[in-house]
């Protein structure tokens, strides 16, 4: 069974910076995919950036230039770097590994940006 784990949300001014780690049980080179979805109250959840086995990555178009996924090897962990936080970022937000057809989420980590 695949474990994803995250950490690193919380409270920030809007213009300010998070960043999200998640550590998983395996490589992460094991999945096609890994990365982040988001979802804020009343809303669907949304793919925020993910990057493939092969390096490729994707991003949503409202964090692209802000956001940028990264991952550590030697630890398994996937990174989201969140720069110049906006009040809309506001969300929940969850690992997400895909072995196609099977996906695997983490629990979830709050970020709340302050205007």
């Known amino acids: 069974q695949v474990q994803l784990v995250e950490s690193g949300g919380g409270l920030v001014q809007a213009g300010g910076s998070l960043r999200l780690s998640c550590a998983a049980s395996r490589s992460t080179f094991s999945f096609n995919s890994i990365g982040w979805y988001r979802q804020a109250p009343g809303k669907q959840r949304e793919l925020v950036a993910a990057?493939?086995?092969?390096?490729?990555?994707d991003y949503a178009n409202s964090v692209k230039g802000r956001f940028t996924i990264s991952r550590d090897n030697a630890k398994n962990t996937v990174y989201l770097q969140m720069n110049s936080l906006k009040p809309e970022d506001t969300a929940v937000y969850y690992c997400?590994?895909?072995?196609?057809?099977?996906?695997?989420w983490g629990q979830g980590t709050q970020v709340t940006v302050s205007s």
């Open positions: 997400n590994a895909k072995v196609i057809p099977i996906e695997y």
């Open positions: 990057i493939r086995s092969g390096g490729s990555t």
